[in-house]
């Protein structure tokens, strides 16, 4: 009687959230998204929003009491979380922010499946698109050598990149699932299905390097800033040349475009 637990899913997905709220008693009500948004966007802050199962709907907006009718649906149509198995592996801080950034490397065409997602290993998180790479590495996680492959999706931003999660795993031979669980959230996601590119071959070794480059925490910040504005920086893959000299490093960007180091 003092939790609301809200739960949508787009079959593929499954995402609840479990937060504070009043109940004359248990109960569940089928609520359109859409109509959730427009009170979320109308709605005085601060508003109490109250649900009449299968009546009506109203909340605060101008200093006025608005009601909104609630058409009644049938709950059964509501697709059930999948349930987790087994026991759950921690997923460190940081993880889930690697996860979100990895992201911004896959590839979004539709043709190359696979690559539409991130992979999860035992040691690194991964995307590509085929011409650009993102790897975290270092990890020690219980997982199946051959990693599990995430699709993409805008829940992972919502998590808490800071904080710890739990992740379980199932049916991974068959029609393999997760869930990830963090405080309030639950996540459940169909998983992607097939082999992923061995990554590790286009990964130069440390050892072929001809020069390696530190970039300290401060100098880092000045790149994420600085990089935006440099020249060539809307267009795909645009390079950036690195001049390391003894007396320190510059960027700029290619000779056909205008210099700004």
């Not at 998204?33 to 427009?38: E, G, I, P």
């Not at 601060?46 to 609630?70: F, Q």
């Not at 059930?80 to 087994?86: F, M, S, V, Y």
């Not at 592996?89 to 590839?107: H, N, R, Y």
């Amino acid at each position: 009687e003092e939790t609301i637990t809200f739960e949508a899913t787009n079959l593929d997905e499954h995402l609840s959230f479990e937060g504070r709220g009043e109940s004359d008693a248990p109960g569940a009500q089928l609520v359109p998204y859409a109509l959730l948004q427009d009170i979320l966007k109308s709605s005085d802050p601060g508003s109490a929003i109250t649900v009449n199962p299968g009546v009506d709907v109203s909340y605060d907006a101008g200093g006025s009491r608005l009601t909104l009718p609630l058409t009644e649906y049938n709950l059964a149509d509501f697709p059930a979380q999948p349930i987790a198995t087994g026991d759950p592996i921690t997923l460190p801080a940081g993880v889930l922010g690697s996860m979100v950034e990895a992201q911004d490397c896959a590839s979004t065409d539709a043709g190359r499946y696979v690559l539409n997602s991130v992979l999860l290993t035992p040691h690194d998180v991964v995307a590509t698109d085929g011409r650009q790479l993102y790897r975290r590495n270092g990890l020690e996680l219980r997982l199946p050598e051959s990693g599990i492959i995430f699709p993409l999706s805008g829940v992972p931003a919502i998590l808490d990149a800071g904080q710890p999660a739990d992740l379980w795993t199932w049916d991974l031979d068959q029609t393999p699932k997760a869930m990830i669980a963090q405080g309030p959230w639950r996540w459940t996601t169909k998983l992607v299905i097939g082999n992923y590119p061995n990554f590790r071959q286009v990964i130069p070794k440390v050892e072929d390097y001809g020069l390696t480059v530190l970039i300290g925490d401060a100098d880092a910040t000045r790149l994420i800033s600085v990089l935006p504005r440099l020249p060539g920086f809307k267009e795909s893959s645009s390079p950036v040349v690195l001049n390391v000299t003894a007396h320190g490093a510059v960027i700029s960007p290619p000779a056909r475009l205008p210099q700004v180091q």
